[in-house]
């Protein structure tokens, strides 16, 4: 999959999941990560570390929707 669709998808909902190829998993937010084109990275950044993921080795997005904790 592609970064760019990736890249559209959090635009629309603002939070998703995606798996990589190697089956990690991350979370990314739109104030937390960054699209890097040229280098075709993703770039994101937790309270504890920053990751640096193969942007076109994306084989799942998620979209959920919000919900409460009990």
Do not use: C, Y
Not at 4 to 14: H, I, N, R, T, Y
Not at 30 to 59: C, H, W, Y
């Amino acid at each position: 999959m592609k970064m760019e669709l990736v890249q559209k998808e959090l635009k629309a909902w603002g939070e998703v999941i995606i798996v990589t190829a190697s089956g990690e998993k991350f979370e990314l937010h739109l104030g937390d990560t960054q699209f890097d084109m040229e280098n075709r990275v993703i770039r994101l950044q937790t309270p504890t570390s920053k990751f640096v993921i193969d942007g076109d080795a994306i084989d799942v997005v998620e979209m959920h929707l919000g919900h409460v904790d009990s």
